[in-house]
């Protein structure tokens, strides 16, 4: 048991169960302190990985921006305490198989093919390696991420826009 | 130093077109915008003048042309070539500034003379594209930009004869100017065609050059005669020629200053114009047809003036006979009288309009038998009518001696040397007339005792827009302007430099008495020494016309104080035989009017029972046709389609069960087939 | 030993926790909330076979996840707009009472 392990362990655990109380839980203000939980225990978990910028911009981005929408998404439709799951049991079953049924599937899928992993040195990715990546190799796709960027703030606006008059 | 001249030129074109824009496009709300196209047009007489100055001092000898590629056509090594192009010579510029002064100077008499007409911002925006049109025309030397602006002319001509739409007899009249222009511009139509077929160009300078180089339309005469009668056809509509002429007196309809510019000064002036322009490329035939048609308008015309009541038309028939004269001289090939006598009445004949004009908007009549005795009540408008009138008849110390000497020393020159003396006699009896109708128009307005009490206290000279143009129009028909020799115009400056023929125009080699092939001269020499022999003769002859015309005039007018009425006997028919204009009218309307209408009612038959019992015949097979396929369409394919829809329905029914509408319950099934999927693939 | 198919296991758990969100729950806001734990999971892996990977360099695996994170953020953004317009035309957000598509 390396220092690796335990906190392997304990984040990706705080993280499973964070993310159990945010899609089981009656209450949509808990659910969403669940996803604050979880997105920070991967953000803890990309640290683990030694991509410290990636966890710092999952932080800001989706701790501080995402969450702040949908809790904000909350607020403005003001359905706190909506029922939180169906009461169609039969259809509840069939989604409980199915993803259960999925779940087996990618498990055993993924450990049977990668098969005994090793663990190598955990090195830290540097901002400028990042950097030169992006730029050099996927700089197409950073330049349409600008432009989608563009379209949805306009298009964010113009369909929250009041026009009802 | 050229391409200066050229963005001049352009500009002097182009400003009228922009005042045109301006004054229509202005919004209601801005009355006032006809001002500012009157503004534009001054500017554009100023740039003109500064062209026309610096042209004749400076590049008197060149022919500046600009030309650029609109698009061109076709593939392989000579690609049909749409070339814009603006040509300056000297003719253009002479043309350019005088068709901007007098635009400018009439535009200055309608702001008083269409003070009171609701419409002026249309009324100054159609004369800013007539002036444009017209300084269009002659700043080209392609055939096809020349029948473009043609059209365009065309076009403002009726917009502006049909200014008073309101007006039945403006409506008429300008319907009429236009179908019988029509008539004259499709033969201008085909004889442009004709040339281009043959040289692929529009370009006139190259046409001249095949041309002299001995290369006809479809490789014979008879056919350049053709094309050259074809191109003058247009001349004759437009200028108003024998048959095509009945549209001009009708054309009075309009407001007076347009008269002035359009019928009078400028528009007519284009068919005289281009058969100048044209005139390296018209054979002997042509020459002799031209000639004809001129000399006849030109005694015809008269005739019916002697008799008009109306003083627009006493004065529209004059322009008839004028614009015939200048045509004949092109006939004896005198170009240069007739682009000279062209500019010269364009001044006194403006001058009479607008002097016409002034006297109906003061005293509201244009019958000649409510005037009468207004010498003292319109002064300015009497002396300035006078010197018009000395100028038309060709009084000496006028300009229109100078031009009209011309023009009957070439016909009597053509005369000595081919024996045939038709043209002159036509010059000669012509005079004559203009001498006494236009002595007969000023004794029976300006003298006697006023006929209509009511019309003559009204009388007056009104005010400085009405007295300017006529005093400035009055003043240059001084000689002086034009030449230090009040006696001839030979050797004075209009000649040796406005408008003399550059080389590169010089006409081919034909035989008409007096043109030979020798570069540089296209007059013989002995036809010159005839000119110069002939010169005191026709001097005399002309004063011998004056005396002959005015003193029948006074004498009939003045001394008699005979009163305009049908005289008895076989005289009384000759005299309504000219007041109803020769009854040309009257026979236009008898054939092809008439003709239309019966071939009209030809059609309307063979329409009605030929046409129609086809086509009723092809209605009723069609709805035999139709009823039988109704049936068909009724028990077989409309039972296939219940039987196709019936089974579709049947199995609706149960998929139906799995569309909840809800996205969960689609996005559920969906992942169930994929798991489902995932297993058989794992299994395999 | 703590190795790749770890990372993997969790981020398999991970998501299908995300998707039985998106089945299950009623509030339209909530379905998003599970969409956003999908793509948490995608992101996950990516970077940790980037990581464990020899052929592949770790950025590569970063510059993904990176993108992704955009395209949620752009995502919920939408979203959220389409929410509150949805809110406006039938007064609650629950998909299963929206059943227009039906009609």
Redesign the interface.
């Known amino acids: 048991m ?1 220092l ?2 335990i906190f ?2 304990a984040f ?1 655990a705080i ?2 169960i964070a ?2 109380v ?2 089981f839980s009656k209450n ?1 203000i808990y ?2 302190f669940g ?1 604050l939980i ?2 920070s225990g ?1 953000a803890a ?2 640290f683990l ?3 410290e ?2 966890a710092v ?2 932080i800001l ?2 701790v501080g ?2 969450m702040i ?2 809790v ?3 607020m ?2 003001g ?1 706190v305490k ?5 009461e169609n049991y039969l ?2 079953l069939i ?2 198989v ?3 049924l ?2 087996g599937l ?2 055993t899928g ?2 049977s093919k ?7 040195e ?2 830290s ?1 540097s901002l400028k ?2 950097g ?3 730029i050099e ?2 700089y197409f ?1 950073f330049g349409i ?1 600008g432009m ?2 563009l379209i ?2 306009i ?2 606006a113009g ?2 826009r ?1 026009n ?1 008059e | 130093m050229n391409t200066h001249l050229t963005l001049l030129q352009a500009l002097v074109i182009l400003l009228p077109l922009f005042g045109f824009v301006v004054a229509i496009l202005a919004p209601n709300k801005m009355k006032k915008m006809y001002l500012v196209e009157t503004g534009i047009m001054f500017v554009s007489l100023v740039l003109a003048a500064i062209l026309f100055f610096t042209k004749i001092f400076n590049f008197s000898e060149e022919i500046i042309r600009s030309q650029f590629t609109l698009f061109s056509l076709g593939m392989g090594e000579k690609p049909f070539e749409l070339l814009v192009d603006l040509t300056m010579d000297n003719m253009t510029v002479s043309l350019l500034f005088m068709v901007t002064l007098i635009s400018f100077l009439v535009h200055f008499f309608s702001l008083e003379y269409m003070a009171e007409d609701p419409l002026k911002n249309r009324y100054f925006g159609y004369l800013g594209l007539f002036t444009f049109s017209m300084l269009g025309l002659v700043s080209t030397g392609s055939i096809l930009f020349i029948y473009i602006f043609w059209e365009l002319v065309g076009l403002s001509s009726y917009l502006l004869i049909g200014f008073w739409g309101y007006k039945d007899e403006a409506a008429d009249a300008c319907s009429k100017a236009f179908i019988t222009n029509r008539v004259g511009d499709f033969g201008f139509f085909l004889g442009v065609l004709t040339l281009f077929i043959t040289y692929r160009s529009f370009d006139l300078f190259y046409i001249f050059g095949e041309i002299a180089k001995g290369s006809y339309p479809y490789g014979s005469e008879v056919w350049l005669t053709v094309a050259g009668l074809l191109l003058f056809c247009g001349a004759i509509g437009k200028s108003a020629q024998f048959p095509l002429h009945v549209w001009l007196p009708d054309a009075m309809a309009g407001p007076t200053p347009v008269s002035a510019l359009i019928h009078a000064a400028t528009m007519v002036a284009a068919g005289v114009y281009m058969i100048v322009r044209l005139f390296p490329m018209f054979t002997e035939t042509a020459f002799i047809v031209i000639g004809v048609i001129g000399g006849f308008s030109a005694l015809m015309a008269a005739t019916v003036a002697l008799t008009q009541l109306d003083i627009k038309k006493i004065l529209a028939y004059s322009t008839v006979s004028q614009l015939g004269l200048m045509v004949l001289a092109v006939g004896v090939g005198a170009y240069q009288a007739a682009i000279i006598h062209l500019m010269f009445h364009a001044f006194f004949k403006a001058g009479l309009f607008l002097g016409s004009g002034s006297i109906i908007h003061a005293t509201h009549s244009q019958d000649i038998m409510d005037m009468g005795g207004l010498r003292k009540k319109m002064p300015v408008a009497f002396y300035t009518t006078l010197m018009y009138a000395l100028s038309l008849i060709g009084f000496p110390l006028t300009i229109g001696f100078l031009s009209k000497e011309m023009i009957l020393t070439s016909s009597l020159v053509l005369g000595n040397m081919t024996g045939n003396y038709i043209y002159f006699v036509f010059v000669v009896l012509t005079s004559v007339l203009t001498s006494f109708y236009i002595f007969r128009y000023i004794f029976l307005i300006f003298f006697g005792e006023p006929r209509n009490k009511h019309a003559y206290e009204h009388a007056n000279d009104l005010n400085i827009f009405i007295k300017l143009p006529l005093i400035v129009l009055a003043a240059l028909c001084f000689f002086f302007f034009f030449t230090l020799n009040p006696i001839t115009l030979h050797g004075s400056y209009v000649t040796e430099l406005l408008f003399k023929f550059p080389d590169i125009l010089l006409p081919k080699e034909i035989t008409h008495g007096f043109l030979t092939a020798s570069p540089g001269n296209i007059y013989s020499t002995e036809y010159m020494h005839s000119l110069h022999e002939s010169e005191l003769l026709a001097t005399l002859t002309s004063a011998l016309i004056i005396l002959a015309g005015v003193g029948t005039a006074w004498y009939m007018y003045m001394k008699k104080k005979l009163v305009p009425k049908v005289p008895e006997g076989a005289l009384g028919k000759l005299y309504l035989f000219s007041q109803n204009k020769w009854y040309l009218d009257e026979l236009y309307g008898v054939t092809v009017i008439k003709g239309t209408h019966l071939t009209a009612a030809l059609m309307s038959w063979i329409d009605k029972n030929i046409v129609d019992g086809v086509i009723n015949l092809g209605a009723w097979v069609t709805v035999a046709l139709g009823k039988f396929s109704a049936a068909f369409d009724l028990y077989v394919i409309d039972g296939l389609v219940n039987l196709v829809a019936w089974i579709n329905g049947f199995f609706s029914m149960f998929i139906r069960k799995f ?6 319950s689609y ?2 099934l969906a ?1 169930v087939f994929i798991v489902l999927f995932v297993m058989y693939v794992f299994s395999n | ?10 981020s ?16 339209a ?6 969409l ?2 999908i793509l ?1 999971a995608a ?2 892996n990516f ?2 076979i980037s ?2 990977s020899e052929k592949l ?4 695996g ?2 993904i ?3 992704i ?6 995502e ?3 979203a ?6 949805l ?2 035309n039938f007064y ?5 009472e929206i ?5």
């Open positions: 390396e690796f392990d392997f362990y990706g993280t499973v993310g159990a945010t899609v949509m659910s969403a996803l979880l997105l991967v978990l990309y990985l030694g991509a910028f990636l911009v999952q981005i989706y921006g995402v929408l949908l904000f998404g909350i403005l439709t359905q909506s029922m939180p799951i169906r259809f509840l989604a409980a199915v993803t259960g999925l779940c990618l498990i993924l450990t990668t098969g005994s992993a090793l663990s190598s955990i090195q990715t390696e990042l030169n990546i992006l190799k996927y796709i991420l989608l960027l949805v703030l298009a964010a369909m929250a009041n009802r | 569309q909840t509408g809800k996205v969960q996005l559920t992942m | 030993m703590v190795g790749l198919s770890h990372f993997l296991v969790l398999s758990i991970l998501f299908c926790l995300g998707l039985f969100g998106v089945f299950t729950r009623k509030n806001i909530m379905v998003l909330m599970g956003e734990m948490n992101s996950l970077v940790a990581r464990f360099a770790p950025a590569a970063q510059v996840s990176l993108f994170i955009v395209l949620a953020a752009s919920a953004a939408i959220l707009a389409i929410v509150l317009n809110y406006k609650n957000v629950n998909i299963d059943n227009t598509l039906k009609e």
